[in-house]
């Protein structure tokens, strides 16, 4: 099968509701790190990978994207009038190319497995990428990008995956491990938030993959799984069920959970340290934050 990925899905329909009440009327991927929405490193980290065709998963309340990747061509001529050349190059780097993005609605809430089987008539019969915007990943190579690059030699399908501690396995997809060959994971099987204590490694899934379109048309045929939703998770073990190669992918990059508080407050503080016009004065904040609570202690 051809290896070139080239269109990507991105489920964008989740409720947010762990952001409440900002997602009452913010869809979650417009919230900002320092002043970029999270469904903006979603796409740069898709493009660095080579993605030609973004797919985005909506459901009711969401139409603030759509906007957000639509031009702005009054914003863009008062900026040059006022000569903000740099704010303009900003600006205009969020711009797509017509024609590239596609929304679809999911209706329902079935799940993430169900938020992808809605795309397939735009995917066709090529091998895919589908991000979560919610796992933000910082890294000098993309993740998505060393990804593609892995694939190209292993083909079957591919998850982005993590050490996460024993605690936190009930909260992701988790892998059980055949071999392992470098970054490379060979998979026998894969489970959906696992009962505490029952999972079988410690090697999370994190919201990356590389998928062929046979995973599609496996998501018409399982069962709802945990949850009471069709997981995506349960559509990729039914390959390796079929005697088809499934690989874990040992990204390099710092992973952060942005569909959570604590995640998303860290990210915020890692991504304004790594800004030049913020770093001296931000840390200087923290370190006096730090000293006060030391103090009161
Ligand atoms: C989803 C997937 C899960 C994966 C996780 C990564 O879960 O179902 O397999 O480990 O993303 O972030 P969610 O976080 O949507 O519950």
Do not use: W
């Not at 999270?38 to 797919?55: C, K, N, P, V």
């Not at 083909?155 to 970054?183: C, F, R, W």
């Not at 088809?244 to 990204?251: H, P």
């Amino acid at each position: 099968m051809n290896r070139k990925v080239s269109k990507a899905i991105f489920p964008v329909a989740g409720l947010g509701t762990r952001f409440l009440p900002a997602t009452k009327s913010v869809p979650k991927e417009i919230m900002t790190l320092v002043d970029r929405p999270l469904i903006q490193y979603a796409i740069d980290e898709a493009r660095a990978a080579g993605i030609e065709d973004f797919i985005f998963v909506t459901s009711r309340g969401k139409s603030a994207l759509e906007d957000y990747f639509d031009c702005a061509p009054d914003l863009e001529a008062a900026l040059e009038a006022s000569g903000k050349t740099e704010l303009l190059k900003i600006l205009r780097s969020t711009n797509m190319e017509s024609g590239t993005i596609a929304y679809l609605r999911q209706h329902k809430a079935l799940g993430l497995g169900h938020a992808v089987s809605c795309a397939r008539k735009l995917i066709g019969d090529e091998p895919f990428a589908v991000i979560l915007p919610d796992d933000v990943i910082a890294g000098e190579t993309p993740c998505l990008q060393q990804m593609v690059e892995a694939y190209q030699e292993t083909g079957g399908a591919m998850v982005a995956t993590m050490e996460v501690s024993p605690a936190q396995t009930s909260s992701y997809g988790v892998l059980d491990i055949k071999s392992q060959d470098g970054p490379i994971v060979s998979v026998k099987g894969m489970v959906e938030k696992p009962a505490p204590g029952t999972a079988p490694s410690n090697l999370a899934v994190i919201g990356r993959y590389i998928l062929t379109p046979q995973v599609l048309a496996n998501l018409d045929t399982i069962e709802r799984g945990a949850g009471g939703e069709i997981q995506l998770t349960d559509a990729i073990a039914e390959e390796i069920r079929t005697g088809r190669d499934v690989f874990g992918y040992r990204f390099t990059g710092q992973r952060y959970d942005c569909g959570s508080k604590a995640g998303f407050l860290q990210a915020t503080v890692a991504f304004a340290l790594a800004r030049d016009e913020l770093r001296e004065e931000f840390a200087d904040f923290l370190a006096e934050m730090h000293a006060v609570r030391q103090a009161a202690q």
